[in-house]
């Protein structure tokens, strides 16, 4: 057989080759091949078996995986990537214990990121995300999801999923877009968030028509928007044939969870203080519970998801950076899986699949991204790591030796390409 890149002499090898979301007690059934090589073509991964069968294949070249773990790309399923802007200023206020909804309603938080995002021009946003991008592919991710909401208004919010959406072309990681122009309220609307909601929900036929995001999410929080509103504005997005995600019970629980299955969401997020009933409701559902432990770090909070029981009653989740300018400003979801570990109690095997095949349904890419199997993209990771444990073990640094994206090397080690 004749291919354009193989890997072999692989340590351990994990596959996540899985059907729909994990769910539950599966999440912590991994198979874990020893000796593997695996081969790509044209893109995409064409064999996979192991290192002694590897002798007879034809590879332009042949990489030396010198006993290392080899793992899908990482899959970040929730991101605020495109804005202006920063928020270290911000930090003097948290430390001082000033909670995270009394900035926003000092007008900072979202808002002063709104403001920045208003003026920067398209051309700064464009470069920034990219940057960004560059930045998480060197950490392992080869897909990611990104949302809008830092326009609160129509011109900038296209501006924003017009960024997206070049950026999905310009960069060699896979972009899944969301609007989520329902992210917080703007002053000029302070008096009037129904009529804000309105505003934005009329984008969605320009959205759907100019492809501009694949789903529709809303900041389900106090002094943002009630159930109630949300309710009504995701029913509008499904009609209009939008995949639905909520930001739901992340600082006061509201409800968002038990709102996201009932409203048929592909995934909650956040989730850090859902109720009983909202884990219960989760776990006997098809929704995802897309977990930010970051941002509870971040936030200098004590309440962190309760992702341990969700998992015990059955429901798959991911976990994600929430990569954004204020409440997680990281890109390195590999930090992710270490508090994933130590703060969530995942075990490893759930944790890679939270990062890998779980997190790619949660984004609607669940049969394109974060698994490898025949026919699937060449979205690899050589990790400079022995097996699957050490990488939730040794937190805070970068792991990735060598990222493929479409079975191209697209950062080594000290480089990008
Ligand atoms: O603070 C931000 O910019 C991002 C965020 N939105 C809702 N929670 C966090
Ligand atoms: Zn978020």
């Known amino acids: 057989m004749k291919v354009d890149t193989l890997i072999t002499n692989i340590g351990q090898l994990l596959t996540m080759d899985k059907k729909g979301p994990v769910k539950g007690s599966d999440m912590n059934d991994l198979t874990v091949m020893e000796g593997a090589a695996v081969a790509v073509k044209d893109g995409r991964i064409k064999w996979i078996g192991s290192a002694e069968k590897a002798v007879?294949?034809?590879?332009?070249?042949?990489?030396?995986?010198?006993?290392?773990?080899?793992?899908?790309?990482?899959?970040?399923?929730?991101?605020?990537?495109v804005f202006g802007g920063s928020r270290e200023e911000e930090m003097a206020l948290k430390q001082q214990g000033?909670?995270?909804?009394?900035?926003?309603?000092?007008g900072g938080g979202i808002l002063s990121t709104v403001n920045a995002t208003r003026d920067a021009s398209y051309n700064e946003l464009l470069e920034k995300a990219l940057f960004h991008l560059d930045r998480m592919a060197m950490h392992g991710i080869t897909t990611v999801e990104a949302k809008s909401g830092y326009g609160l208004d129509k011109q900038t919010e296209l501006k924003q999923l017009q960024v997206t959406k070049e950026a999905n072309v310009k960069h060699p990681l896979d972009i899944v877009s969301t609007f989520l122009g329902a992210h917080a309220i703007p002053p000029e609307h302070k008096e009037d968030p129904e009529a804000f909601l309105s505003l934005m929900s009329e984008l969605f036929d320009e959205i759907k028509e100019k492809n501009l995001a694949e789903f529709i999410d809303i900041f389900t929080e106090t002094g943002v928007f009630s159930v109630e509103q949300s309710l009504r504005y995701l029913k509008k997005a499904k009609e209009k044939g939008f995949g639905l995600k909520i930001h739901a019970d992340e600082i006061d629980q509201l409800g968002g969870t038990e709102l996201a299955v009932e409203v048929g969401a592909i995934s909650g997020e956040?989730?850090?203080v859902a109720s009983d009933n909202g884990i219960k409701q989760l776990a006997s559902s098809n929704t995802i519970g897309v977990i930010l432990p970051g941002t509870v770090f971040y936030l200098g909070k004590d309440t962190y998801p309760r992702a341990r029981k969700m998992i015990d009653e059955g429901a798959a989740i991911t976990v994600s950076t929430d990569f954004n300018p204020g409440s997680s400003v990281t890109e390195n979801l590999q930090l992710i899986m270490s508090i994933a570990a130590l703060k969530l109690k995942l075990t490893p095997a759930e944790i890679w699949h939270a990062v890998t095949v779980n997190a790619a349904h949660a984004i609607g890419r669940g049969y394109e991204a974060g698994t490898i199997a025949t026919g699937r993209r060449g979205d690899i990771v050589i990790w400079d790591a022995p097996n699957y444990k050490y990488i939730p073990y040794h937190y805070g640094v970068n792991h990735a030796n060598t990222v493929l994206k479409n079975g191209e090397i697209l950062y080594k080690r000290g480089e990008i390409r």
Do not use: F, R, S, W
């Open 56 to 81: 007879n294949i034809q590879a332009d070249k042949t990489i030396d995986a010198d006993g290392k773990l080899v793992t899908p790309g990482l899959v970040e399923p929730h991101t605020h990537l």
């Open 98 to 106: 000033v909670p995270y909804l009394e900035i926003l309603k000092q």
């Open 270 to 272: 956040h989730l850090a």
